[in-house]
């Protein structure tokens, strides 16, 4: 197993639809390994492939405390419903930043697992929020989309000065 880098916003990679996985094979199960360590190490709750700058239909969620319960979902399709709540979310790729952000309640996902083998899960709660998120960045979406264009650059901005101070 490796831990991958992660992008971070702004980097224009994380903007990258994703492809769906065509066979889950060996490259996938190794893909799927290493997210699981980077999340881990991190330490987060999610990641998309896309934050890794692989551009296939991969996220990996733990909500856990105790960090042993991840889910792995491949080409995951989502429906949601319920209301539509307002939580504080983070991302891996905008480090350091919390916000509030709206989401459905219940999500249904249909997906296939590490094996290839379909399956379908319906999540409240935390499970569902970070469902939503990761599946967003998929789609090349991120987080602070859901913001102001004033609090979307004001957070750029802090953090490409993070970024040239550290290279
Ligand atoms: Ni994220």
Redesign the pocket.
Known sequence: MAILPILEFPDPRLRTRAKPVQKVDGRISKLVDDMLETMYEAP?I???AT?VNVHERVIVIDVTESKDAPHVFINPSLSLSGNILETE??????PGFYEPVTRHEFVRVDALDASGNAFSLEAEGLLSICIQ??C??LEGK??VDYLSGLKRTRIKKKLVKLQKQSA
Do not use: I, K, R, T
Not at 89 to 94: D, H, T, Y
């Open positions: 987060g999610g990641l998309a934050q979310e983070g991302c891996l790729s905008v998120h990761e967003d960045h991120l987080f």
